[in-house]
């Protein structure tokens, strides 16, 4: 009796072994991470925004978790590494990586897929109102916030900043949006750089604080060659009346910003989620999270990527006549 007891126990405990064993692999396999950004970021809520949409939330196989990162740069490498199933990614960095031109990294990042286009990422300096900064090169000796390290703005800013020779003659701090704009209103940074969508919620809350300019970044690109030397910027204007008293139009430039995917993800996951998304209840979810949004449609979901897409999302752009 005794011994019949005892077997039954094993039996028992080894089948919930196998139970939790089984549960936890179903789990870990259901489990998308989705490369976001830094606080105050608009890469941040890209992922959030695709993690609690209810559909999204409501698909069985598989849930979508944002993770913060540093940005773009991070994102590249962790969706190559498959330790982001999805990222959002500057174009020009899938494009510098998939080629090995990524600065003092010749690695080929090519299991980086694009899946859609989602809004232009526009560069932002930000100065307060009378001080004299009108050109990057008036950063030469200032307290500069220049983005997180490994992010996409803190790339782009050493790209510029280096183009324009300023890059070593200025006090870098590397830090996330919200805390450069603190530090800015604290009057710890002369000028914060920022690669988001506007309105940036950093630079409202800088200029609650303080009366601020924004730098003409577009002519610096031009009387320096930027544009011919790196093709895959284009031009744009932050609009008049964005931020508290900047009453005129900031000339700048702009990259893309992609949401990409790791070539071993499945393509039915990639054609499923744009599926959900890219409907007229999706992109309405998407807009109500943040204005920037709406960039995003089906007409141009397939533009401005100049390196290949992810089999899902071909076949989802395909369908929808937006590839030939």
Not at 38 to 49: E, I, K, L, Y
């Amino acid at each position: 009796m005794r011994n019949k007891y005892f077997t039954a126990m094993v039996i028992i405990f080894a089948s919930l072994l196998l139970t939790f064993a089984f549960s936890a692999d179903s789990y870990a396999k259901k489990r998308l991470v989705f490369g976001g950004g830094p606080s105050g970021g608009t890469f941040q809520v890209v992922a959030n925004a695709i993690q609690v949409y209810k559909p999204v939330k409501a698909i069985e196989d598989y849930s979508v978790k944002a993770q913060t990162s540093a940005g773009s740069v991070e994102n590249l490498r962790k969706a190559n590494a498959g330790r982001h199933q999805m990222s959002v990614v500057y174009s020009g960095h899938v494009w510098l990586g998939r080629n090995g031109k990524m600065k003092n990294d010749p690695k080929k990042y090519e299991d980086v897929l694009a899946v859609a286009w989602l809004y232009g990422a526009p560069a932002q300096l930000v100065v307060r109102k009378g001080s004299g900064i009108k050109s990057v090169k008036d950063l030469v000796g200032k307290k500069v916030g220049v983005g997180n390290a490994g992010s996409g703005a803190f790339a782009n800013c050493e790209l510029f900043f280096s183009h324009m020779g300023v890059w070593d003659k200025i006090e870098r701090n590397a830090m996330g949006y919200n805390d450069a704009a603190a530090a800015f209103g604290n009057r710890q940074l002369d000028a914060f750089w920022l690669f988001t969508a506007f309105p940036s919620g950093a630079v409202i809350m800088a200029a609650q604080t303080n009366d601020i300019d924004l730098v003409d970044l577009d002519a610096d690109a031009k009387a320096s060659g930027f544009y011919e030397k790196y093709p895959y910027f284009g031009k744009l204007a932050v609009p008049a009346n964005t931020y508290r008293k900047v009453d005129y139009a900031a000339p700048s430039f702009q990259d893309s910003t992609l949401w990409v995917a790791n070539s071993k993800v499945s393509a039915d996951i990639v054609y499923k989620l744009l599926s959900i998304i890219y409907t007229d209840e999706g992109l309405k979810h998407m807009v109500a999270q943040k204005k920037t949004f709406k960039a995003m449609s089906l007409k141009t979901g397939a533009t401005n990527i100049v390196t290949p897409f992810h089999p899902g999302a071909e076949k989802f752009w395909r369908e929808k006549g937006m590839l030939k």
